[in-house]
């Protein structure tokens, strides 16, 4: 039977945005095994890698032959980084469903992050659109630093727009907005949401947050309140850009995951198979994570009362 709770899609990010940013080598054994059980949690979508530079990302230099051992599951959605016109060129080879192209709406960060002016980003990525427009290959834009970046500060909401309307000019139907080091807020996330999704109605949004300053599942709830529907989320809470001073890790699923399913939401995540996996990664990054859940437990997990508390009130 159908759920009647609203859905929520959940796509999970923490092989590409959590790996690239770990200085321990996950072995692509190991990352196979991640995905392939991640695969069978009910994400919506899996951003698997990323086809970028080696010398730029060399925790992801496996990306090939990451894409072509996984098992994909048919209900889920496999996409890459992809950050210029060699990088789509490899990625198209593994037979990817979508290109998660990416460009900063900061000048600076984009720079950092991809040696370009955002400028040349945009044209590599119109050659990129171009050759994959009319294929089965569906494309996306992740706009990094669109509520602020560490080295510029604010971003106007104005840029963003802009971006978005050269995006959506060359065809492209999906973006992210992307809080690449947690500066965003709830007010600024209704606002930037809002105008976004009225500015460009037939495009879909998906929102990447940063927990950077504890403000990711505030800023979630304040997008719900948008009508976005679309989440990245990192298991364990890994994750963060190399190149963007001060990143710390994404929003974290399961935390996400059970904060809107007790909300009323349908994530069509299973909490308990995504723990299970959750609980794999310290050992294969070297480091615990910063997952609430997996340290807490679920609202229901209950602890047995202390031995005295039955005695209160008894005669002595
Ligand atoms: N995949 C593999 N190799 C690539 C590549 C790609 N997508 N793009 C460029 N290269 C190689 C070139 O072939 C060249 O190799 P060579 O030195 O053996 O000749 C070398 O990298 C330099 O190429 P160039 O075009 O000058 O790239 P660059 O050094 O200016 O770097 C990017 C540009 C975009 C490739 C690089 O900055 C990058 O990959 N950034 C990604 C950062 C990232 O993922 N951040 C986190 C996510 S937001
Ligand atoms: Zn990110």
């Known amino acids: 039977m159908q759920s009647t709770r609203p ?10 945005d959590g790996f690239q940013n770990e200085a321990q080598f996950v072995e692509t054994e190991d990352k196979i095994r991640v995905i392939d059980a991640l695969s ?9 890698t990323s086809f970028t530079s080696p010398k ?15 098992t994909r599951h048919p209900d889920v959605e496999y996409t890459v980084l992809v950050p210029n016109v060699r990088g789509a060129e490899r990625a198209l080879s593994c037979g990817i469903d979508e290109a998660n192209l990416v460009m900063s709406i900061s000048e600076t960060h984009n720079r950092a992050n991809l040696r370009m002016t955002r400028e040349q980003s945009f044209a590599q ?17 992740s706009l990094s630093t669109t509520f602020g970046c560490p080295m510029e500060g604010d971003i106007s909401e104005d840029e963003v727009m802009r971006w978005l309307d050269r995006f959506s000019g060359l065809g492209v139907q999906r973006a992210t907005l992307c809080d690449t ?9 209704r606002s930037m949401a809002t105008r976004a999704r009225r500015l ?7 929102l990447h947050f940063h ?3 504890s403000m990711a599942q505030a800023n979630v709830l304040a997008a719900l309140g948008t009508g976005i529907d679309r989440f990245d989320a990192s298991l364990g809470g890994i994750g963060g850009c190399p190149y963007a001073p001060g990143a710390s890790g994404n929003a974290c699923t399961e935390d996400m995951v059970h904060m809107l399913e007790l909300e009323g939401y349908d994530t069509n995540v299973d909490l308990s198979k995504v723990l299970e996996v959750s609980a794999m990664l310290a050992r294969l990054i070297g480091h615990d994570v910063p997952s609430q859940l997996l340290k807490a437990g679920g609202r229901d997990r209950l602890h047995p009362a202390p031995a005295y508390v039955a005695e209160i009130g008894q005669p002595k």
């Open 181 to 189: 080091t947690g500066m965003a807020y709830p007010t600024q996330v």
């Open 40 to 48: 069978q949690c009910g994400f919506a979508k899996i951003e698997v």
């Open 211 to 213: 927990n950077t300053r």
């Open 200 to 206: 460009f109605p037939h495009m879909t949004f998906t």
């Open 56 to 70: 730029a990302i060399p925790a992801l230099r496996d990306a090939e032959m990451v894409m072509h051992q996984i």
């Open 7 to 16: 859905r929520i899609y959940m796509q999970e990010v923490a092989t590409r």
């Open 125 to 141: 990525l119109e050659h990129v659109v171009a050759a994959i427009s009319g294929s089965r290959v569906a494309i996306n834009i």
